[in-house]
């Protein structure tokens, strides 16, 4: 019945849907159709009135047209602005009394839509030079109502309609709805007195008839089958008593082997996992005397290598030896494998049997343990009764043996995987850190020279600054200097970042180095960082001094320790987050040697009250990329720490705990400045005559500092802007017979570079002196310091310019035995 009703609902519902929507559209196109048509004729009525821009005569015939359309309530009138080519309101109309909404300021495209209940239209009209466009809105009231009317009559008529379904559905429903019940009825006392013998009463010949003549076949093979069911399950019943009697027997086993097995899964090591088998075997088999022992193949001998709680004390009184030979045993068979039962020990005449004997065990049973087809152990267990193991015990026991050699074996390859794991994880991480330092290196190099080129203007004219102008306040010099100094340290930052973790060249020079001193002027230099921008966050950090004056000089590069006291300062600042205090202080120590003579250092020590470091930070803040910091830390501030102390020969050490701060310890070996540290230098008081020099160099700001540098001087310089100018300038004052006495050429160029000018000049004239000034580090591969006679390193320093320049005109002489200042 609640079918056929909601079938019949259904379809009326679909075709009231059908109608509703048909009505709907036809009435909608049927207003938009009288819409235009009124459009039109407001279009033609007003064209004069927007011809000649009569606003109170397109408004009055608006009021005109539309006060007897109930179902307009709102109108305008657009003119065209032929100096804007747009659409601007000229007159418009509202209903009184009717809410309408405000017409757009410009129009619309032509068409209809609905919104927000209302008709709106957009006409565009064209009367001879005239052309406007018309917006009218009309309410739905009339379509609305004539819905609600149709709506109304469809809703009685489905009413009528489902009821007079009801009563038609009720007379006929009995026709299927008996015959189901009766089987219904049938199927459910078959079901509660399992009495297959019932059957069902067939009333007719259609579907109904062929469901219960189906019904009836089913309840006759259920009958033969339950018989035979029955009589199959009285002979499962016997056959599960047998094996059931079976199973009792073999689950304790089982249950036992379970137990092991979990034991053995937590051990990893070999003893440990031979003394939970024979403590459990000895607990739960049960057995009288239980023991393991391992064999030596080459000796033939048995060492005992575990024995079970309840043996021990037994082995104890009888004075069983730990270590007896194979001859005096029955388990020589054991050796190829085979297990050895001894249902009567005191019928064997070896030694180890007989004292079994005499101590009151009569069967014995030895099992061997193999791995890899060769025993290295056995299994011995004892019983005082004769021949009391069991045929299925002995099976059990042989393997349970097999069992336990595997996770033997199975311990032994752990530790053995565990101790490669480790190993490859070492190699993975010098590994990786290799890489990383290497990408590091990569991406320095990338940077360098564009850094370098752009600090030379600020070193170089600070040091011309500084060296010329005599009218500067001491704080300006000092500024200045600190200006330099920062310069300077940038660059060597820059090189470091490509070289930190290669050892130190032993080209560069080294310099006597105070730490009190560098230390005092860092914290100096360094105080916005420590105090003013701390303390303008509200975060108060207090610097102490403890400077040791005799602390005694040492040899070292000095922009590299103040590199590395830059970045020890910044971390402790970094983990004061609530404020707190910094110590720096130096001192000397004496630690002895691995050949147990005596060094001394000198100790840089930054110590802080901040968050402190756990054990694992510990292990991997000197790796390169490692920080705690998130986004704020790059991870290179101690790696290059690490990489400064590595190169001046020192080490470093760490002491920190969570929440107690940490302390950062740099260990400086004190030695004296050998000749070979240093670099050539000649002395000044042999000064440089004029020089004819050509500079070659793409960056502007560095022609025009090392012009200035070099002029000062008393040179006649030359510059030029690139490779292939320069080569240019080298041949027209070879052409002159004024040849240049030293070609100063950058390295990176474009179209021609450095070592493309060296091979160039060199060519022409091999007694010419070539310094090459580079940004990417001071020192160039076996084939570029072949092409070059000096490199200097970007950014320029005047006194290393000055030194060069005598190095290189004095190499000349020697070599051509001619004199350049007689030339000049």
Same mark, same amino acid.
């Given at each position: ?14 075709? &009231? ?41 397109? !408004? ?14 709102? %109108? ?23 809410? =309408?909404?405000?017409?757009?300021? =410009? ?12 008709? !709106? ?15 009218? +809105? ?34 006929? $429903? ?12 049938? %199927? ?51 056959? !599960? ?37 024979? $403590?459990?075997?000895?607990? =739960? ?29 037994? &082995? ?51 099992? #061997? ?77 990338? !940077? ?59 080209? +560069? ?31 108060? *950090? ?6 040791? #004056? ?28 609530? @404020? ?29 009250? @901040? ?50 701060? %940490? ?16 670099? +050539?230098?000649?002395?000044? @008081? =042999? #000064? ?28 006649? *310089?030359?510059?030029?802007?690139? @490779?292939? &100018?320069?080569?240019? %300038? ?82 000349? +002489? ?11």
């Amino acid at each position: 019945m609640a079918i056929m009703l909601a079938s019949t609902a259904t379809a009326l519902l679909l075709v &009231a849907a059908a109608v509703l929507t048909y009505e709907f559209f036809s009435f909608r196109d049927a207003t938009v159709h009288d819409l235009l048509a009124q459009a039109e004729v407001i279009g033609t009525e007003n064209a004069a009135a927007l011809a000649y821009h009569y606003r109170s005569a397109a !408004v009055e015939n608006l009021t005109s047209s539309l006060s007897s359309k109930p179902n307009i309530i709102a %109108a305008c009138l657009y003119n065209r602005d032929p100096a804007r080519s747009t659409y601007d309101i000229f007159a418009s109309y509202y209903a009184a009394g009717r809410d =309408h909404s405000n017409p757009p300021l =410009h129009p619309e495209p032509e068409g209809s839509s609905i919104s927000n209940g209302r008709l !709106v239209l957009w006409h565009y009209f064209k009367f001879d030079r005239t052309s406007g466009v018309v917006y009218l +809105e009309s309410d739905l009231t009339a379509l609305y109502a004539r819905l609600w009317q149709y709506g109304s009559f469809i809703g009685l008529f489905t009413l009528a309609a489902l009821l007079a379904t009801f009563l038609l559905a009720l007379r006929l $429903q009995r026709i299927i709805s008996r015959p189901i019940t009766h089987l219904a009825e049938t %199927a459910n006392v078959v079901s509660t007195q399992k009495n297959y013998a019932i059957r069902a009463v067939k009333e007719s010949e259609d579907e109904l008839g062929n469901l219960i003549d189906g019904f009836n076949q089913m309840l006759s093979q259920i009958q033969e089958r339950d018989a035979a069911l029955h009589s199959a399950n009285e002979e499962l019943e016997k056959r !599960v008593r047998e094996r059931t009697r079976d199973l009792e027997q073999q689950f304790g086993r089982i249950s036992l082997l379970n137990q092991i097995a979990y034991a053995v899964a937590a051990r990893q090591d070999f003893e440990s996992i031979v003394s939970v088998v024979v $403590q459990q075997v000895e607990d =739960h088999l049960p057995v009288d005397y239980g023991s393991a022992y391992l064999f030596d193949a080459e000796s033939k001998t048995f060492s005992v290598l575990v024995r079970g709680p309840k043996s021990r004390p037994i &082995a104890a009184a009888l004075k069983i030896p730990d270590t007896f030979p194979l001859d005096a045993t029955v388990f020589r068979p054991c050796i190829n494998g085979e297990m050895v039962y001894v249902p009567e020990v005191g019928a064997q005449d070896r030694p180890m049997a007989k004292k079994s004997a005499e101590a009151g065990f009569h069967s014995l049973l030895g099992v #061997p343990l193999i791995i890899e087809g060769k025993m290295f152990g056995i299994l011995v267990l004892m019983r005082r009764e004769k021949d009391a193991f069991s045929r299925a015990e002995r099976d059990f026991i042989r393997g349970l043996s097999a069992h336990t050699a595997m996770a033997i074996h199975q311990a032994q390859l752990y530790q053995d995987l565990q101790k490669a794991y480790n190993d490859l994880r070492q190699s993975q991480q010098t590994l990786m850190q290799q890489e990383r330092l290497k990408a590091l290196g990569q991406m320095a190099s990338g !940077v360098a020279h564009d850094i370098n080129n752009a600090l030379s203007p600020v070193v170089g004219f600070a040091e011309l600054i500084a060296q010329t102008e005599t009218n500067l306040s001491e704080s300006g010099k000092r500024h200045l200097n600190y200006i330099k100094t920062a310069g300077e340290d940038i660059a060597h930052i820059v090189k470091r970042l490509r070289e930190f973790y290669r050892p130190r060249n032993e080209r +560069e020079s080294l310099q006597p180095l105070k730490l009190d001193v560098i230390a005092g002027q860092m914290i100096d230099m360094m105080q916005p960082r420590w105090r003013d921008i701390p303390q303008a966050a509200g975060i108060h *950090i207090q610097m102490h001094k403890e400077f040791d #004056p005799n602390v005694p000089e040492f040899a070292g590069i000095e922009s590299e320790v103040r590199e590395a006291l830059t970045n020890l300062i910044l971390n402790a600042v970094d983990a004061l987050p609530q @404020g707190g205090g910094i110590t720096v202080r130096t001192f000397a120590v004496e630690r002895p040697l691995k050949n147990g003579e005596i060094s001394k250092h000198a100790v840089l020590e930054v110590s802080d009250t @901040g968050v402190g470091m756990d054990e694992q930070t510990q292990k991997r803040c000197l790796e390169p990329f490692f920080s705690t910091k998130g986004r704020r830390g790059t991870g290179l501030g101690l790696a290059m720490v690490y990489g400064v102390i590595e190169r001046q020969g020192g080490k470093i050490e760490i002491e920190s705990k969570p929440g107690k701060g %940490a302390t950062m310890r740099l260990l400086f070996p004190v030695r004296k400045l050998d000749v070979s540290d240093t670099t +050539e230098i000649i002395e000044n @008081g =042999h #000064p440089l005559k004029p020089l004819r020099i050509l500079c070659i160099d793409d960056e502007p700001a560095l022609r025009v500092l090392m012009q200035e540098m070099l002029e000062r001087d008393g040179h006649k *310089i030359e510059m030029a802007d690139g @490779g292939q &100018a320069g080569i240019n %300038a080298f041949r027209a004052a070879l052409v002159r017979k004024a040849p240049f006495d030293v070609v100063i050429t950058d390295l990176g160029m474009p179209l021609m570079d450095g070592h493309a000018v060296a091979r160039t000049v060199k060519g022409e004239s091999q007694a010419t002196p070539i310094i090459m000034l580079t940004g990417w580090g001071a020192f160039l591969d076996n084939d570029g310091e072949a092409e070059v006679d000096a490199v200097l390193s970007k950014p320029p320093r005047l006194q290393e310019i000055r030194a060069t320049l005598r190095r290189v005109t004095h190499k000349w +002489e020697k070599q051509t035995g001619d004199n350049v200042q007689k030339r000049a």
